[in-house]
């Protein structure tokens, strides 16, 4: 059973920076994709960004482009996410999926880990 572990959230102050992990663990196969998404209060669950395993492609949303980088370590099986210049609108809790194959939904999901930014 392939379980991912989120960690890394907290409360910090608009223009603050906070680093997400993602530990991956029960696999013995490479997937293709991870991602982050993050779903704040009354709002629908949104993409935020990922990364492949295998050459390390990164997608991003347009709202976190140029603040947030995604990046992974594929011998520890851990994705991050570095999120710079943190605004109260980053505010929500991020999730880690993994995606198995190329051009499949997200198969497996975290628990997910709270952000909270102050104005």
């Known amino acids: 059973q392939v379980q ?13 920076s906070l680093r997400l992990s ?14 982050w998404f993050r779903q704040a209060p009354e709002k629908e669950r949104e993409f935020v960004a ?5 050459g390390g492609t990164t997608y991003y ?16 099986n851990t994705v ?3 999120m710079n210049s943190l605004k109260p609108e980053d ?11 190329r051009g499949g939904a997200y198969d497996y999901w975290g628990q997910g880990t709270q ?3 102050s104005s």
Do not use: H, P
Not at 5 to 15: D, K, R, T, Y
Not at 22 to 35: E, K, L, P, Q
């Open 91 to 101: 505010t929500a809790v991020y999730y880690c999926a993994d995606a198995v194959e």
């Open 80 to 82: 991050f996410l570095q």
């Open 61 to 76: 949303a347009n709202s976190v482009k140029g603040r947030f980088t995604i990046s992974r370590d594929n011998a520890k």
């Open 4 to 16: 991912l572990v989120e960690s890394g959230g907290g409360l910090v102050q608009a223009g603050a």
């Open 50 to 54: 990922a990364i492949t395993w295998s």
């Open 115 to 117: 952000v909270t930014v």
């Open 22 to 35: 993602c530990a991956a663990s029960g696999r013995t196969f490479r997937s293709y994709m991870m991602g």
